[in-house]
């Protein structure tokens, strides 16, 4: 069950770099916002967040008033650019794959993971070791690509729709086929890996979580006038963000 670390891929790194450089990509308009909505006031909070990438969003975590944040991710490109943007003794990092956090000798108020989470195999263990790094009542919170986005097998996800009278319709064969995709996204050979919505939501009932909220992406009129793409998220969503408390 090795994750793949397509991040420490020199031409995905990069390119991916410049993609998020972007201020009206998914991530900034809708993903980060919707998920930070949901997160909402963290003072004094001990944080681990999942798949911390280039550390943006634990430099926030400690603006809003975060007393400690661990960030972790498998890349070590990832790490060296978010220990190189970060300049605050509360936020520490480590070079750690996510089915390896039951090694951590911490416990955490917040758990938190931003577009990460389907890039492991274990999902439901996965749960069951963020349940045990909590301390009672601590909340995991996170996102994940929408289930109905990536349940079709294509070797292209730019591909996964047709056009039927000037409107896309979107493919959601395989829904129920779980397991790994495996596609093309800046480079060849991308995985992921795909589970229905019932898998997600019993996966942290099985962990013992309490579902507090579920939400899906949308948009506003005002992110549709800054990117008009993104009006096809009125049929369907992007994202699934879930919010649940030990």
């Given amino acids: ?26 991530n900034e308009l809708i993903e980060i916002p919707q998920l930070f909505e949901l997160i909402g006031d963290v003072t004094n909070l001990s944080i681990l967040d999942l798949g911390c990438g280039t550390g943006k969003h634990d430099r926030k975590l400690v603006e809003k008033g975060a007393r400690k944040v661990v960030g972790i991710d498998l890349s070590n490109n990832m790490i060296n650019e978010a220990m190189k943007n970060t300049h605050s003794d509360k936020i520490e990092y480590k070079v750690m794959s996510m089915q390896d956090i039951d090694k951590l000798d911490m416990k955490f108020d917040l758990v938190v993971s931003s577009l990460a989470i389907h890039y492991i195999e274990d999902y439901d263990g996965l749960c069951k070791k963020v349940y045990n790094l909590l301390v009672d009542g601590g909340k995991f919170i996170f996102s994940y690509g929408h289930p109905m986005d990536s349940c079709a097998i294509l070797d292209d996800y730019s591909n996964n729709y047709v056009m039927i009278n000037n409107k896309k319709y979107f493919l959601i064969s395989d829904y129920n086929n779980e397991g790994k995709r495996i596609s093309r996204w800046i480079v060849d050979g991308v995985e992921t890996y795909h589970r229905n919505m019932a898998h997600l939501v019993n996966g942290l009932i099985d962990a013992g979580f309490r579902l507090e909220r579920m939400k899906e992406s949308y948009v506003t009129d005002e992110i549709v006038k800054l990117k008009p793409k993104y009006k096809e998220q009125q049929d369907h969503s992007y994202y699934v963000y879930f919010k649940c408390k030990k």
Avoid: P, V
Wanted: net charge positive; proline share 0%.
């Fill in 1 to 26: 069950m090795k994750q793949q670390n397509i991040y420490d891929n020199k031409k995905f790194f990069e390119e991916y770099q410049n993609l998020r450089k972007s201020d009206f990509s998914a």
